[in-house]
């Protein structure tokens, strides 16, 4: 059953992923937290971006949606409910009719994702096929449907190509076309223009907004660029080291920071006026998933830590019905000030 469209299409709560270690001395399994305590929630005709360096647990946040984590990967906790249903209790049966077909997601790497000995428009009928469209015909107008939304010329031909003989730009249209075949409620799209030229990036960009608009398909868009998350997002969740630390509107995330970590990724992006000049970052690293991390783990790194930011956690703090942050520094004071603005 659908929610309907006043609800939020994707609700996750509370989410933990552990990667499970064997130690040898002892003989017993332990348990290292990879994402802690995220929620998120995603409504109809939305795009949610989620952003962070990597390490920081966005993949496995959507990884854990798709239900497709690594064999050493498990979820340790929290609820993840899609269209009224809760995924993280579907047996594999119950989620493979989901899965692709009202969920879809677009991987990092064509190359790796797409099969290199299978032609184009198989692998494009693949999805209709196991989620019961049998004829001939209705597939192949579906897929050259898909072909067209996403901007794929001369589709006849391309059909019969494998994915070696295709551009950078063209696979990644390929890889949407697969996601939107099925005409899903919700895309699920990880680093989708890394590996693609400033050009062809605007070209993707501009088509997952297209296709969010026209057929009012959710969008849970994942980067490491929050250049990228501002020109298609209209949410946005900072992670770092597995936990959300800030999150809200765009427009109020990134015009109105106030965790140090976003104002670092803020003022990492590239501008006009810091042409030839070295661009300011954010010093250390993101701690290893076996590193002990007592208090904040954005402490060690942050400008600004105090003392209790060694010991605890901050809560969520909300500055505004559209903003929130999970810093001790955001105080009362901190808070008036920004609802003045």
């Not at 810093?327 to 808070?335: G, H, I, K, R």
Request: glycine share 8%; charged share 20%; with cysteine.
């Amino acid at each position: 059953m659908r929610a309907p469209a006043s609800q939020s299409l994707l609700r996750v709560e509370h989410l933990g992923v552990g990667l499970r270690q064997r130690q040898r001395r002892q003989k017993r399994q332990h348990t290292i937290r990879a994402v802690e305590d995220v929620s998120l929630t995603v409504n109809a005709g939305e795009i949610v971006g989620i952003v962070g360096e990597s390490g920081c647990g966005k993949s496995l946040t959507a990884l854990s949606v798709m239900g497709l984590l690594p064999a050493a990967m498990e979820l340790v906790g929290g609820s993840i409910v899609f269209e009224n249903e809760r995924l993280d209790q579907l047996r594999e049966r119950n989620l493979n009719a989901i899965r692709g077909n009202r969920l879809t997601m677009i991987f990092q790497e064509p190359m790796s994702s797409l099969n290199p000995l299978m032609r184009i428009g198989r692998q494009l009928a693949e999805p209709l096929v196991l989620h019961g469209v049998s004829t001939a015909g209705a597939i192949r107008e579906r897929v050259l449907e898909a072909m067209g939304k996403v901007g794929l010329r001369d589709p006849e031909t391309l059909l019969r190509a494998y994915p070696h003989q295709l551009s950078g730009g063209m696979l990644q249209r390929v890889m949407i076309a697969a996601a939107i075949v099925c005409r899903p409620r919700l895309i699920i799209a990880d680093e989708p223009t890394t590996a693609l030229d400033v050009t062809t990036q605007a070209q993707i960009l501009r088509l997952l907004r297209q296709i969010n608009q026209t057929d009012q398909t959710s969008i849970l868009f994942i980067s490491h660029d929050l250049g990228v998350i501002n020109q298609i997002c209209d949410q946005v969740l900072v992670m770092y080291a597995g936990r959300i630390v800030e999150r809200g509107t765009v427009g109020n995330v990134l015009w109105h920071p106030v965790h140090e970590y976003t104002k670092g990724l803020i003022k990492s992006i590239p501008t006009r006026r810091s042409k030839g000049a070295p661009l300011p970052s954010i010093r250390g690293r993101v701690p290893a998933l076996a590193e002990e991390k007592a208090g904040c783990a954005f402490a060690p790194r942050c400008p600004a830590a105090h003392s209790q930011c060694f010991l605890e956690v901050p809560d969520e703090l909300a500055l505004s019905d559209f903003h929130q942050v999970n810093c001790f520094l955001a105080d009362v004071e901190s808070e008036m000030e920004y609802v003045r603005i």
